[in-house]
């Protein structure tokens, strides 16, 4: 049973991406637990969904779901769609209704899964595949003719780092105090140049140098230098040191000196994937 919860909160009162929150309950007594009251201002879509409970706790089951059924209402209501689904035509929902009857078919015939029970490959491709890799299935689905015919100014879904330019998102890194780089290997070869992974983290200091173990002991650990042969892979290192101590020399002997612009050169090409990369010899057809 648990506590009554929202899926989504349209002002922008999600977690951070990437950090999971779970709360540890002892056994839930006979009475149901009371909804959290968060200590933060309540925001506008806060107050639109907190208006659709009317109680706090609940005895039964059925109570508990009925609540949950206004909450997801309030929800619904506050959804960027709700009016256009509201005054849709006759014409508009039969429209909607074909398009998904379409998605349904081409989930079990387009696409597919790739093995069968006994492991044989069925020549069928998931939905879930790499763009790249079923560029040439999408472009021939009648889902993408429909959506070639629709009028553009539909709601797109675009994450920040893939619809702006590598070399723009890296010089907002640039001068941030507060922006950590961490590398699976030392960058102390060519070689682990090339097959480092590299990540970044806007953190306080005390983020950078503190670590749970798989039990949520606290531990602390000092920053790494990437550029030493005794770097612990995976430690934080200041992306402004980063920048200073930056030295390479490329497959085109040009020397990728020790400032802002050439790290920044070489984090951009390893941002991007080539062509090579994404249809690497090597690859498989489970990646």
């Known amino acids: 049973m648990g506590v009554l919860c929202s899926t989504v909160d349209k002002e922008g009162d999600d977690p951070p991406e990437g950090k999971a929150q779970i709360n540890h309950l002892s056994s839930a007594p006979r009475r149901l637990r009371k909804m959290p009251q968060p200590g933060r201002p309540i925001t506008r879509s806060q107050l639109s969904w907190r208006a659709a409970i009317t109680e706090r706790e609940f005895d039964t089951e059925g109570e508990y779901n009925k609540a949950l059924e206004r909450l997801q209402a309030a929800e619904r209501r506050m959804a960027f769609d709700a009016e256009v689904i509201a005054d849709a035509t006759i014409v508009e929902?039969?429209?909607?209704?074909?398009?998904?009857?379409?998605?349904?078919?081409?989930?079990?015939?387009?696409?597919?899964?790739?093995?069968?029970?006994?492991?044989?490959?069925?020549?069928?491709?998931?939905?879930?595949?790499?763009?790249?890799?079923n560029v040439d299935l999408i472009n021939s689905t009648e889902l993408m003719e429909i959506a070639r015919r629709m009028p553009k100014g539909a709601h797109l879904h675009i994450h920040f780092n893939s619809c702006l330019r590598a070399s723009f998102l890296i010089k907002q890194a640039r001068n941030i105090r507060a922006m950590y780089i961490r590398s699976t290997l030392p960058l102390t070869t060519p070689?682990?140049?090339?097959?480092?992974?590299?990540?970044?983290?806007?953190?306080?200091?005390?983020?950078?140098?503190?670590?749970?173990?798989?039990?949520?002991?606290?531990?602390?650990?000092?920053?790494?230098?990437?550029?030493?042969?005794?770097?612990?892979?995976?430690?934080?290192?200041?992306?402004?040191?980063?920048?200073?101590?930056?030295?390479?020399?490329?497959?085109?002997?040009?020397?990728?000196?020790?400032?802002?612009?050439?790290?920044?050169?070489?984090?951009?090409r390893k941002?991007?994937?080539s062509e090579e990369e994404a249809h690497g010899t090597r690859q498989t057809g489970r990646g």
């Open 191 to 268: 070689q682990n140049f090339e097959d480092a992974r590299i990540s970044f983290m806007v953190m306080t200091p005390y983020e950078a140098t503190h670590v749970k173990d798989k039990d949520g002991i606290e531990s602390e650990v000092p920053l790494g230098n990437v550029f030493g042969g005794d770097y612990v892979s995976n430690r934080w290192m200041s992306y402004i040191k980063f920048q200073r101590r930056f030295k390479l020399k490329d497959e085109n002997g040009r020397i990728l000196s020790a400032d802002t612009e050439g790290a920044e050169s070489w984090l951009e």
């Open 271 to 273: 941002m991007q994937i």
């Open 93 to 133: 929902k039969r429209a909607d209704a074909l398009v998904q009857e379409i998605r349904a078919w081409e989930r079990d015939h387009a696409y597919g899964k790739p093995y069968d029970a006994q492991g044989q490959p069925t020549g069928k491709r998931t939905e879930g595949e790499h763009f790249l890799g």
